[in-house]
Antibody, heavy 121, light 107 residues
Protein backbone atom coordinates (compact mmCIF):
# COMPACT_ATOMS: atom_id res chain seq x y z
CA UNK A 1 0.00 0.00 0.00
CA UNK A 2 1.24 3.45 -0.83
CA UNK A 3 2.58 5.58 2.00
CA UNK A 4 2.05 9.32 1.94
CA UNK A 5 4.31 11.67 3.86
CA UNK A 6 3.38 15.32 4.28
CA UNK A 7 5.72 18.15 5.14
CA UNK A 8 5.75 21.91 5.19
CA UNK A 9 3.41 22.69 8.05
CA UNK A 10 4.22 25.31 10.63
CA UNK A 11 3.20 28.57 12.24
CA UNK A 12 2.42 31.50 9.95
CA UNK A 13 1.03 34.99 10.41
CA UNK A 14 -2.42 35.86 9.09
CA UNK A 15 -2.08 36.88 5.47
CA UNK A 16 1.01 34.75 5.06
CA UNK A 17 1.78 31.82 2.78
CA UNK A 18 2.83 28.23 3.20
CA UNK A 19 3.49 25.35 0.83
CA UNK A 20 2.65 21.81 1.85
CA UNK A 21 4.25 18.83 0.15
CA UNK A 22 3.21 15.21 0.01
CA UNK A 23 5.49 12.45 -1.21
CA UNK A 24 4.14 9.05 -2.22
CA UNK A 25 6.15 5.90 -1.74
CA UNK A 26 4.90 4.01 -4.78
CA UNK A 27 5.04 4.63 -8.48
CA UNK A 28 1.39 3.60 -8.84
CA UNK A 29 0.36 6.79 -7.09
CA UNK A 30 0.71 8.54 -10.45
CA UNK A 31 -2.49 6.92 -11.74
CA UNK A 32 -4.72 8.13 -8.96
CA UNK A 33 -6.33 11.44 -8.14
CA UNK A 34 -5.04 13.12 -5.00
CA UNK A 35 -6.73 15.23 -2.35
CA UNK A 36 -5.94 17.52 0.54
CA UNK A 37 -8.28 17.26 3.52
CA UNK A 38 -8.04 19.21 6.77
CA UNK A 39 -9.24 18.47 10.26
CA UNK A 40 -9.99 20.67 13.26
CA UNK A 41 -11.48 19.74 16.62
CA UNK A 42 -14.35 22.14 16.10
CA UNK A 43 -15.19 21.67 12.42
CA UNK A 44 -14.25 18.05 11.89
CA UNK A 45 -13.01 16.94 8.50
CA UNK A 46 -13.17 19.29 5.52
CA UNK A 47 -12.16 18.46 1.97
CA UNK A 48 -9.89 21.25 0.72
CA UNK A 49 -8.76 20.43 -2.82
CA UNK A 50 -8.31 17.61 -5.30
CA UNK A 51 -6.66 16.92 -8.64
CA UNK A 52 -7.05 14.12 -11.19
CA UNK A 53 -4.11 11.89 -12.12
CA UNK A 54 -3.23 13.64 -15.37
CA UNK A 55 -4.96 16.93 -14.80
CA UNK A 56 -3.50 20.38 -14.48
CA UNK A 57 -6.76 21.69 -13.06
CA UNK A 58 -7.62 21.50 -9.40
CA UNK A 59 -10.97 21.46 -7.70
CA UNK A 60 -11.42 23.47 -4.50
CA UNK A 61 -13.68 23.98 -1.55
CA UNK A 62 -15.37 27.37 -1.61
CA UNK A 63 -13.59 28.27 1.64
CA UNK A 64 -10.17 28.17 -0.04
CA UNK A 65 -10.95 28.97 -3.68
CA UNK A 66 -8.70 31.72 -4.99
CA UNK A 67 -6.27 31.35 -2.06
CA UNK A 68 -5.04 27.75 -2.31
CA UNK A 69 -3.57 25.95 -5.31
CA UNK A 70 -3.09 22.20 -5.65
CA UNK A 71 -0.48 20.85 -8.02
CA UNK A 72 1.32 17.59 -8.64
CA UNK A 73 4.60 16.41 -10.09
CA UNK A 74 4.18 12.78 -11.12
CA UNK A 75 7.86 12.48 -11.95
CA UNK A 76 8.56 13.15 -8.28
CA UNK A 77 5.49 11.21 -7.05
CA UNK A 78 4.46 14.31 -5.17
CA UNK A 79 1.50 16.60 -4.69
CA UNK A 80 1.56 20.12 -3.27
CA UNK A 81 -0.76 22.63 -1.69
CA UNK A 82 0.24 26.27 -2.03
CA UNK A 83 -1.65 28.28 0.57
CA UNK A 84 -1.75 32.06 0.53
CA UNK A 85 -3.71 34.80 2.27
CA UNK A 86 -3.94 32.48 5.22
CA UNK A 87 -6.55 33.09 7.88
CA UNK A 88 -6.82 31.91 11.49
CA UNK A 89 -9.67 29.62 10.42
CA UNK A 90 -7.24 27.76 8.15
CA UNK A 91 -5.55 26.42 11.27
CA UNK A 92 -5.84 22.64 11.07
CA UNK A 93 -4.11 19.34 10.53
CA UNK A 94 -3.74 18.95 6.77
CA UNK A 95 -3.84 15.45 5.33
CA UNK A 96 -2.69 14.40 1.91
CA UNK A 97 -4.95 11.62 0.68
CA UNK A 98 -4.97 9.26 -2.26
CA UNK A 99 -8.19 8.77 -4.20
CA UNK A 100 -9.62 5.36 -5.03
CA UNK A 101 -9.55 6.09 -8.75
CA UNK A 102 -7.99 8.44 -11.28
CA UNK A 103 -10.70 11.13 -11.21
CA UNK A 104 -11.08 13.76 -8.56
CA UNK A 105 -14.63 12.73 -7.69
CA UNK A 106 -13.57 9.37 -6.31
CA UNK A 107 -13.35 8.88 -2.56
CA UNK A 108 -10.28 8.57 -0.39
CA UNK A 109 -8.60 5.31 0.54
CA UNK A 110 -5.14 6.15 1.88
CA UNK A 111 -4.24 9.08 4.13
CA UNK A 112 -0.91 10.55 5.12
CA UNK A 113 -0.04 11.15 8.76
CA UNK A 114 -0.89 14.87 8.52
CA UNK A 115 0.98 18.11 8.96
CA UNK A 116 -0.14 20.90 11.29
CA UNK A 117 -0.72 24.44 10.07
CA UNK A 118 -1.24 27.19 12.63
CA UNK A 119 -2.23 30.67 11.50
CA UNK A 120 -1.77 33.07 14.36
CA UNK A 121 -0.33 36.43 15.20
CA UNK B 1 -23.10 20.76 -1.00
CA UNK B 2 -24.29 17.42 0.33
CA UNK B 3 -24.65 17.45 4.11
CA UNK B 4 -23.86 14.25 6.01
CA UNK B 5 -25.68 13.87 9.31
CA UNK B 6 -23.98 11.24 11.43
CA UNK B 7 -25.38 9.85 14.66
CA UNK B 8 -24.82 9.36 17.43
CA UNK B 9 -21.91 11.70 18.12
CA UNK B 10 -20.79 9.41 20.91
CA UNK B 11 -21.71 5.94 22.08
CA UNK B 12 -20.86 3.96 25.21
CA UNK B 13 -20.63 0.21 24.86
CA UNK B 14 -18.85 -2.87 26.17
CA UNK B 15 -16.53 -5.42 24.64
CA UNK B 16 -18.66 -7.92 22.74
CA UNK B 17 -21.54 -5.53 22.12
CA UNK B 18 -23.04 -4.91 18.70
CA UNK B 19 -23.22 -1.23 17.74
CA UNK B 20 -24.59 0.66 14.76
CA UNK B 21 -23.77 4.15 13.52
CA UNK B 22 -25.84 5.94 10.90
CA UNK B 23 -25.21 8.59 8.29
CA UNK B 24 -27.93 10.41 6.46
CA UNK B 25 -27.18 12.36 3.29
CA UNK B 26 -29.09 15.49 2.35
CA UNK B 27 -29.78 13.93 -1.05
CA UNK B 28 -29.32 10.62 -2.90
CA UNK B 29 -25.62 9.73 -3.07
CA UNK B 30 -26.02 6.53 -5.10
CA UNK B 31 -24.05 4.44 -2.65
CA UNK B 32 -20.90 6.53 -2.91
CA UNK B 33 -20.14 6.30 0.79
CA UNK B 34 -17.08 5.28 2.76
CA UNK B 35 -16.56 4.56 6.46
CA UNK B 36 -13.31 5.34 8.28
CA UNK B 37 -11.79 4.62 11.65
CA UNK B 38 -9.53 7.14 13.38
CA UNK B 39 -7.38 6.57 16.42
CA UNK B 40 -6.33 9.74 18.34
CA UNK B 41 -3.26 11.32 16.79
CA UNK B 42 -3.37 9.03 13.77
CA UNK B 43 -4.59 9.35 10.20
CA UNK B 44 -8.01 7.96 9.30
CA UNK B 45 -8.13 4.40 8.01
CA UNK B 46 -10.59 3.22 5.38
CA UNK B 47 -12.74 0.30 6.53
CA UNK B 48 -15.73 0.15 4.16
CA UNK B 49 -16.02 1.60 0.63
CA UNK B 50 -18.93 1.92 -1.79
CA UNK B 51 -21.39 1.51 1.11
CA UNK B 52 -20.76 -2.17 1.84
CA UNK B 53 -17.40 -3.37 0.46
CA UNK B 54 -14.93 -4.42 3.13
CA UNK B 55 -11.43 -3.20 2.49
CA UNK B 56 -8.84 -5.98 2.28
CA UNK B 57 -7.43 -6.83 5.66
CA UNK B 58 -10.28 -5.28 7.64
CA UNK B 59 -11.96 -7.70 10.06
CA UNK B 60 -15.35 -9.05 9.03
CA UNK B 61 -17.02 -7.76 12.22
CA UNK B 62 -17.26 -4.42 10.40
CA UNK B 63 -20.15 -4.14 7.93
CA UNK B 64 -21.88 -1.38 6.00
CA UNK B 65 -25.28 -1.09 4.39
CA UNK B 66 -27.76 1.39 2.99
CA UNK B 67 -28.82 3.16 -0.18
CA UNK B 68 -30.18 6.48 -1.33
CA UNK B 69 -29.77 8.80 1.61
CA UNK B 70 -29.63 6.43 4.59
CA UNK B 71 -26.58 4.40 5.52
CA UNK B 72 -25.41 2.41 8.49
CA UNK B 73 -22.17 0.96 9.83
CA UNK B 74 -22.17 -1.93 12.28
CA UNK B 75 -19.54 -3.54 14.45
CA UNK B 76 -20.91 -6.97 15.31
CA UNK B 77 -18.81 -7.73 18.39
CA UNK B 78 -16.72 -4.91 19.79
CA UNK B 79 -13.07 -5.57 20.48
CA UNK B 80 -10.92 -3.41 22.79
CA UNK B 81 -9.16 -1.76 19.84
CA UNK B 82 -12.48 -0.63 18.35
CA UNK B 83 -13.06 2.09 20.95
CA UNK B 84 -12.01 5.00 18.77
CA UNK B 85 -13.77 7.39 16.36
CA UNK B 86 -15.63 6.55 13.16
CA UNK B 87 -16.91 8.80 10.41
CA UNK B 88 -18.56 8.59 7.02
CA UNK B 89 -17.67 10.30 3.75
CA UNK B 90 -19.73 10.86 0.61
CA UNK B 91 -18.12 11.20 -2.81
CA UNK B 92 -21.16 11.34 -5.06
CA UNK B 93 -20.25 14.92 -5.89
CA UNK B 94 -17.76 17.60 -5.04
CA UNK B 95 -17.16 18.89 -2.51
CA UNK B 96 -16.53 15.57 -0.82
CA UNK B 97 -18.15 15.86 2.61
CA UNK B 98 -17.85 14.02 5.89
CA UNK B 99 -19.98 13.17 8.86
CA UNK B 100 -18.99 14.79 12.15
CA UNK B 101 -17.86 11.49 13.60
CA UNK B 102 -18.92 9.04 16.29
CA UNK B 103 -16.70 8.47 19.30
CA UNK B 104 -17.00 4.99 20.75
CA UNK B 105 -16.35 4.88 24.50
CA UNK B 106 -15.92 1.87 26.72
CA UNK B 107 -18.73 1.58 29.24
Amino acid sequence: EVDLVESGGGVVLPGGSLRLSCAASELNYDYFAMHWVRQTPGQGLEWVAGMGWNSDKGEYADSVKGRFTISRDNAKHSVYLQMSSLRPEDTAIYYCAKAMDNYVGSGVDVWGQGTTVTVSS
Amino acid sequence: DIQMTQSPSSLSASVGDRVTITCQASRDISGYLNWYQQTPGRAPKLLIYDTLSLRRGVPSRFTGSGNGTDFSFTISSLQPEDFVTYFCQQYESLPITFGRGTRLDMK
